[in-house]
């Protein structure tokens, strides 16, 4: 597998296991963050920073996807009336 395959499915990963993983509780991230961390936040501190979370893996979901669809959306089509040949040479 090439690198950039491995990395165009980190990028959809990553943000997919955060969504799957994110507690709906923001009392369990307030006791995320102070076992692990060791950082005391309130509940709604912890509420608003869910929310940012959600917002920020969605965000970089769609662009993912964005990406995918303008990447594989045609960009290499033969122009109108080009010969084969003129089309490789116009295409790279």
Same mark, same amino acid.
């Given at each position: ?19 799957? =993983?994110?507690?709906?509780?923001? !009392?369990?991230? %307030? @006791?995320? +963050? &102070? ?8 509940? /709604?501190?912890?509420?608003? =920073?869910?929310?940012?979370?959600? !917002?920020?893996? %969605? @965000?970089? +979901? &769609? ?8 990447? /594989? ?9 080009? !010969?084969?040949?003129? @089309? ?5």
């Amino acid at each position: 597998m090439r690198a950039a395959h491995c990395q165009e499915a980190a990028g959809y990963a990553v943000p997919a296991v955060v969504l799957v =993983l994110l507690p709906k509780c923001p !009392a369990c991230i %307030v @006791a995320y +963050l &102070a076992v692990g961390a060791g950082i005391g936040v309130t509940v /709604t501190t912890a509420a608003y =920073l869910r929310t940012a979370l959600i !917002a920020l893996c %969605v @965000a970089c +979901l &769609a662009c993912f996807v964005a990406w995918r669809i303008f990447r /594989t959306s045609g960009s290499r089509r033969m122009p109108e009336g080009a !010969a084969e040949g003129e @089309a490789r040479t116009l295409l790279g």
